[in-house]
Every structure is written in structure tokens, then in C-alpha cells.
């Protein structure tokens, strides 16, 4: 029977599993980052069993040692030959653990606790780098060693002898008085190689279970991956000048496309077509050319085959949907109002349409599968929707005045719960949402008074910020692991962007984060990358990155050529983050992730940086 092939994906999966099983979380996320977003879906991953890397090595080891001794033996009429020690394939010295430790971990007994990579005693049931220690506990005796050997645990809680003369690590079957059960015994095959075969008596059982992920049990200790100093991105930046007189309000990368971008305003909207050889190719959807025409909204179907412009003109609102080439493909009906928000199901071709006034606002469901001759009916709102937001496939809410609206979709969308906070001096600006088990969870934030509201959870905080919040942003869950907190990011002109812990149970934000740009420098926009693992926040000029996890100091910093902090002449007043009221007028900017989280859209002024962090 033929071998499968070994491609490089085989050998990125195990080194992935071997940093989540020994620790280090973090640079296996990195790994992940550079790699596969989610390598659990890999058709193998199912079938690879805990210490599958080491007990590779192992057997290659020991298949080495062979092949060296029956290359010599050829030679020698066939005759046994022992292998000698400047065949190893570490090397002829041998390898003492005991020198490369300190005296406190040399002292440490074969038979106390294993020890989690944090330095924290495993007790039993306790889960250590996705294993219980209730697994590793069995009772065994370790075999005497020899001179300069010493048990060892390799990162993976499995007793092991290690070859003083080869560092070859072999498996010690444990001595004991009773025949260890299933659940306690390693499943040691007939190499002496820990869980590289399946028992008998587990064959017919479906896979196990994917690996519980380092980053959700405890402290990484991936250190290798902080950075001495923040990395400078402007050397990986390509700047793009839009529209020498006008501003961008919108960046939106094609969805599994790194290679187009759109950058629209209120009067323009173009699709650019990077490429690593040559200039951005540009192609116009929307110019300028003095007819009052307004570009109001943009968004892209999930599949990136088509973007939707809705413009707005002598007091009607229409939408234009153009394919990646930029050509026209469809005009769908027109609306006595102005288009402010167009937001597509992620899993499927149906578009919310919010058209509004500063009274009334209605809430259409278009289905572009079936594409109407007309609208469906509209729900109609008796206020400014502000934000809306998909919830699964069914449920959507919106948010505007002092209220939050929830809708149910099926063939039009519904409105089917309001809830009202009283306040109408300050509306609810942004909305986004989430599910926590099998209950929906809605953030909505006011800006003016820097306040978030959950109000499916009757959660209020006050005063979240010192300055008027910009953005808000729940962490994704690419995987949708279950059990993962819920973190939710806030930007203001306070300076600061700021990571916080929803504790439904408790109803309470805990701030575990609060990052700066610097002194005067409003955070004006901000977002998670697509994975959950970086955080992204932009003043006027300038951006930083942050692990989202750790926070402190940045992880990569760029600034626009342009920037200058000089220093305010006498009596000259300083431009600060907003509490004096003398930050510019204009504070749109933009700042999105490409969908391999591996390049950043920045509008700022005129001009689009793209922002390359590969490297």
C-alpha cells in the first residue's frame, strides 16, 4: 500500500499542535497567522493524536540509528555492526538536561507533579497544554538510569530515558504491580513510540477531539515573539493619493481577495487592483463632476462578486452594484430617501437597506439571489437609524435615538422587540452584536456621552471613555470555539483604546486594556484583525498594533511621511484629543483588515496607505 505524500501543511500542523501542547500558545497563533487561519479543518487534523511530533522524531531517530548500522554492515560481509558515536545524528557528545538547568529544576524529583509552563503545579484534573494531568498520573516506576541520564518530561508530561549517547529519547514502559487500565496506559507501539498507533480496542471510536487551544487555559509562554522594540511598517507601506480635494470616509477590502481595495468619499468611490510589480490599477465607479451626486454607502457581498454604491441625488437614494472589474451589473430600485447603510448576511445574498431622514427611517431586506422587480414592504422606524448589524441569518438589530431595535428576517425583515433606554440627548451610535451560547448579546455605545448598553442583558457603564467614542468592535471567533469570553474594543478622542471583559453572568466590564497612540493623538478608528489575534487603532496620521491579548507596548507602528509634532509657537493654542474642542473638524478615517489579516487600509485625508505586514 502506498504511502500518503508529505506536504509542507503534514508538517506546519504538527509543529502548530507541539507549541500548542508545550506552552507556547503564542507562537503557535503566529504560526497560525502566517499559515492557516483555522488548521483544525484540515481533512487530517481529526486523526493526529497528542505528542504526534516528538513520537515522529523519535521513530525517525531510531530509524536513522538502523539504516547507519546496516550501511555498515554492507561493508563488513553483514556482520552486526553497532553503531558508533560519529554517526549520531546529534552529534558524538552527549546530551546532559541536568547543565542546562538551574539547580532548583535539576533537584525536582522523576516522581513530583508535572510542571505547567508557567511554573504553577498541575494538580490533578487540571488541564495543562490540553491534557488533564488525571491522564498522566497513572502510578509507574521510572527505571534506575544510567550515569548522566535523568528522567525527563520533553514538554510532554510522558516519563522518558533519554540515550546519553544519542539524546534519543525512548519511551519507558511503567513497571508496575497492576496492569494499567485504557484511560491510564500510554499507547506505547511496537517501536516504543508513544500514540503513533491507534489501540485496539479505540479503532472503531470516532477521532478525538481537537486540542483544547493554549491561549484559552492559560499564560503563553511564547516570549520569543515581544518584540524589543515596536516595528517600524513604513518601509512595507504603499501610499495611494485618491482625490487630491476631497476625503476618504470608507476603505473596504474585497472579502478573500488581498489584491483589491476600495476607497470611497462623499463625492468618489474607486476599486484599486494592487499588485507587487507594478502601480495600483484604478478603476472609477463614482467622480466627482459638480451633479450633486453624494456617495452615501458601500459594502461588498460576501462573496466578493459584487459591491454595492448606493449615491444619493435630487432627493432620492438608488444603488449601483458593480463587479471586481468595476462594470456595472445592476441598478436596483430607487428610494424617496437617502441610502445611510447597506449591510450584507455573511452567509448569504441577502442586504439590509437603511434609508433615512432625520424623522423616519425604513428597513428593507433585499434578496440579490431573486433580485425583485421592487422592494419588499419596509419596516418602518420612527427614528434615525445610526447602525445595523447582522445576528446569523435571521436576526439583525439596529440602533439610533435612544433606542435599539430587534428584527427577525425571513422573506422582509420585521421588526419584532424595541427597547428603550430614555436618554434621547445622547443616541446610540454604534451597534454590534454576538452570541453567547444560545443567547444573542447587543452592544450598542453612545458617543457623545462615551456609554456602552447592553440591553438584552439589562448592562449598563457610564463614562467608559474621557472623549467621545469613535468605533467599538467585538473580538471575532474565527473558530467559534465555544466558552470564549466576550471582548468587546472601544476607541475615543480620549487619546486611548480600551479592551474590556463582558461578564454577562456578573453584568459587569472589566477594562483589561487600555492602549495609547500617544499624547494628542485621538484614536479615530480602530479594528480587530480577522482572527481575533491583533488590534489595530489609528489617530490622524499614524496607526499602532497591539497583540489583543497581552496588550502593552505595540507590536508595530507607522506613520504618515507627512506627520510632524512640532512644537506650538507661544500663545499659540495646542491642538489636543478633543477636550478643548480644537481637534480638525474633518476626523473620518478608515482602517480595515485584508481578509488574511496580513495587510491594513488606512484613509486618511486624501491619500490610502496600504500597509504591508508580512514582514
Known sequence: MALPALTSHHVNYLIWRYLQESGHGEAAVTLQRAWNRDPQTLPFAPYIRTHALVSLVQKGLQYHELEQSLDKARHLEGNSVPIEPSNYFFGPKPFDPEKQQGPSEASISADQPPTSPTGKVARDGVVINGHSTAEIAAPQTVKASRKGDRTETNGDEVSMDVDSANGIANESKPETTESPSVEEAANVDGDGDVNMEIQPVLQDQEPSAAPTFTLTTGNSVGVQITPAKAADLSPDTAIIDVASDEHVTTTIWRPQDPTVVVAAGDTFCSLYKLSSTSSPVQEKLVENKGDNVWVSAVAWDPLGQKLAVATYNDMRGSITMYDVDGNAVDLLPEVPRM?????????????????????????????????????????????????????????????????????????????????????????????????????????????????????????????????????????????????????????????????????????????????????????????????????????????????????????ATWKSPSAHHAEPEEGEVPTVNGHNGNIEEVQDRSLTWDADGKKLAFGFGSKLAIINLQR
Open 339 to 555: 441610502i445611510s447603510g447597506l449591510k450584507w448576511a455573511d452567509n448569504g445574498s441577502q442586504l439590509i437597506i437603511v434609508a433615512s431622514d432625520s424623522k423616519l427611517s425604513e428597513l428593507v431586506l433585499w434578496d440579490d439571489s431573486l433580485r425583485p422587480e421592487e422592494f419588499p414592504t419596509p419596516q418602518i422606524v420612527d427614528d434615525s437609524i445610526l447602525d445595523v448589524t447582522w445576528l446569523g441569518s435571521s436576526q439583525a438589530f439596529a440602533c439610533g435615538g435612544m433606542s435599539v431595535y430587534q428584527c427577525d428576517i425571513k422573506s422582509s425583515i420585521h421588526l419584532s422587540k424595541t427597547y428603550s433606554s430614555g436618554d434621547s440627548d445622547h443616541p446610540w451610535t454604534f451597534i454590534r452584536c454576538a452570541n453567547a451560547g444560545s443567547s444573542p448579546v447587543a452592544v450598542a455605545a453612545s458617543s457623545s456621552n462615551a456609554s456602552f448598553w447592553i440591553p438584552t442583558h439589562d448592562m449598563h457603564l457610564k463614562h467608559a471613555h474621557d472623549g467621545h467614542i469613535t468605533a467599538i468592535q467585538i473580538k471575532p471567533n474565527p473558530s467559534e470555539q465555544p466558552n470564549q469570553p466576550l471582548i468587546l474594543a472601544s476607541s475615543s478622542t480620549d487619546d486611548t483604546v480600551k479592551l474590556w471583559h463582558i461578564d454577562l453572568e456578573d453584568k459587569k466590564f472589566d477594562c483589561i486594556h487600555s492602549l495609547s497612540l500617544g499624547q494628542s493623538s485621538p484614536v479615530l478608528a480602530s479594528c480587530f484583525s480577522p482572527d481575533g489575534y491583533a488590534l489595530a487603532a489609528a489617530s490622524k496620521e499614524s496607526l499602532s498594533i497591539w497583540n489583543a491579548q497581552r496588550g502593552g507596548t505595540a507590536m
